[in-house]
């Protein structure tokens, strides 16, 4: 009775040290690509200058500042339409219409970016360009609201799933009380789902940070700084893509190295500091 | 003493889908009187009980036929008429569970919960009615210096008690009590006993229960349950606690 036990713990084991070791070896490899242009003291010069490869500038700030700008002002429109979507499918919405909300939201999960970025630059870039009067239309504002239609399914399944795991005991409770679906939602159901609101949240940024075609066919790809949200960026996933597309050796492809360097630090951290926060919250309950 | 009538069913039949879980359901139950519903498990005790503040409607599935009229604020109201909200029936006919639910917020704001859904937010009235409602489940002394802990803490038997005085804070014409002593010791299931004997003289309860040494310690009536059947005409019980 022991061994097949035994056998499903080694498995599992297994399998958990190996995702360690895949995650770490990643990060070295990262690493190791990365030495070339941080051993020379670069690392200030990557972090805060512009690219120029033609001056042997390699700097990744434009594309780190609109990987962020992108991925938060997504995450901002995103997460109070995910939110209420997951309220009125938690709670107000009737069962066949609940049922109905949660395949289509689903089937949304598994639509491939390019469709989105492809419908986009035929219906809101045109818009845009109107509505701005100068410029191709393709800039920050045009690309965070499709990586918002793009992770809100991922955060709207989320948000679901962390209300549906608060305890029937407590939701009975408030029913009992006289409250209503709104205040069963703010008093009770978000108080106690917030742990994995928060997780959905993480994903849906990590997501946005990640996603490479819908900034890649609509933020523009330019290199150069930004200062406004109507203008043209590149973020650090199109950078990565559109240097492998054209090079394979030279130091404008080792700098996509340490773009894949900070995408992962950058999502370590985050990670982490929620994860410390929501322990912490955890604790405090 | 004859009591007039809180509560009455006729021809009360109630569904879950397709099964018929209660049948033809006809009763009267008396003001300000502890009325025992016993039986054994999955007989439709508990779905009497939810019926009575329409708790059911939350549940996918279910139906109901027949007519209930509760007697609230002096006037007899058919509890399934559309007119009388389930949230105003609710905050009139109170509930407590087998389980303890407190919610997870601190013991002050578990028993303010329901004035807060009330949309009562004076700070002195809600104070007031807190202290009050704690004070009649005798919890006050236990827990006045800590109203700011999670209510979730306390033990099971304050837990019970703390659920008591939140359905207690509205001032509740009609307390269902589902198993309310269940889960608790015997020394906790004495002191709710004793708290229940107390409160009938303001409200009218209506408990479940499979305890028959309580249901004739506090009962004044008793009906059973069987198969979704009442099958016992009522009992009177000659009760020390009778008002």
């Known amino acids: 009775m022991n061994r097949p036990h035994s056998l499903t713990e080694y498995i599992f084991l297994t399998a958990a040290v190996c995702s360690g070791l895949l995650t770490a070896a990643v990060f070295i490899f990262l690493l190791i690509f990365s030495l070339p242009l941080l051993e020379n003291g670069q690392l200030t010069d990557l972090l805060l200058s512009s690219w120029a490869p033609d001056k042997g500038m390699y700097g990744i700030y434009p594309m780190l500042m609109a990987s962020l700008t992108l991925a938060c002002l997504s995450l901002s429109i995103s997460f109070p339409i995910s939110l209420g979507c997951s309220f009125v499918i938690t709670a107000l919405a009737p069962a066949r219409l609940r049922r109905l909300l949660l395949s289509m939201v689903r089937l949304m999960t598994g639509i491939p970016t390019v469709v989105y970025s492809f419908a986009a630059l035929f219906l809101l870039v045109p818009l845009m360009r109107n509505i701005l009067g100068q410029g191709s239309g393709m800039c920050i504002l045009t690309a965070a609201p499709v990586l918002a239609l793009l992770i809100a399914p991922t955060m709207i399944i989320f948000f679901v799933n962390s209300f549906a795991n608060v305890p029937r005991s407590a939701t009975l409770a408030v029913d009992a009380l006289g409250g209503s679906e709104i205040q069963k939602l703010l008093y009770v159901m978000i108080p106690q789902a917030w742990p994995g609101i928060i997780n959905g949240v993480l994903l849906g940024f990590g997501r946005a940070m990640g996603d490479t075609m819908v900034s890649l066919m609509l933020a523009g790809n330019s290199v150069s700084p930004f200062n406004s949200l109507t203008q043209s960026a590149r973020s650090l996933t199109a950078h990565i893509a559109l240097v492998m597309a054209f090079d394979f050796d030279s130091m404008e492809f080792k700098s996509i190295f340490v773009c894949g360097l900070f995408l992962y630090i950058v999502t370590a951290l985050l990670m982490l500091l929620l994860r410390m926060t929501t322990l912490y919250f955890s604790g405090k309950r | ?243």
Not at chain 2, 31 to 55: D, E, H, V, W
Request: one cysteine or more.
């Open chain 2, 1 to 243: 003493m004859e009591s007039p009538i809180k509560i009455s069913t006729q021809a009360l039949c109630f569904y879950y889908h397709q099964q018929q879980v209660l049948h033809d359901i006809s009763l009267q139950l008396p003001t300000n009187r502890i009325t025992a519903i016993t039986g054994p498990s999955g007989s439709g005790k508990s779905t009497f009980l939810m019926i009575l503040n329409r708790l059911w409607e939350e549940i996918e599935g279910c139906s109901i036929s027949g007519k209930v009229t509760v007697e609230l604020d002096g006037r007899l109201q058919d509890i399934n008429n559309k007119a009388l909200p389930a949230r105003v029936l609710r905050r009139k006919v109170g509930m407590v569970f087998q389980q303890p639910n407190p919610l997870p917020m601190s013991i002050f704001k578990n028993i303010s919960f329901p004035l807060r859904l009330a949309h009562i937010s004076d700070k002195n009235q809600t104070g007031h009615a807190v202290e009050n409602a704690l004070r009649q489940v005798h919890l006050w002394d236990e827990v006045k210096d800590r109203l700011n802990d999670d209510g979730r803490r306390l033990s099971g038997g304050q837990q019970q008690r703390l659920c008591l005085a939140r359905a207690l804070v509205l001032k509740p014409e009609v307390l269902l009590l589902d198993e309310p002593t269940s889960s608790l010791d015997p020394e906790a299931s004495a002191a709710i006993e004793e708290l229940l004997l107390a409160l009938k003289a303001q409200c009218t309860l209506i408990m479940v229960s499979h305890y028959q040494d309580q249901i004739q310690r506090i009962a004044d009536l008793r009906f059973e349950v069987r198969e979704g059947r009442f099958i016992s005409p009522h009992t009177e019980y000659k009760s020390a606690s009778d008002v």
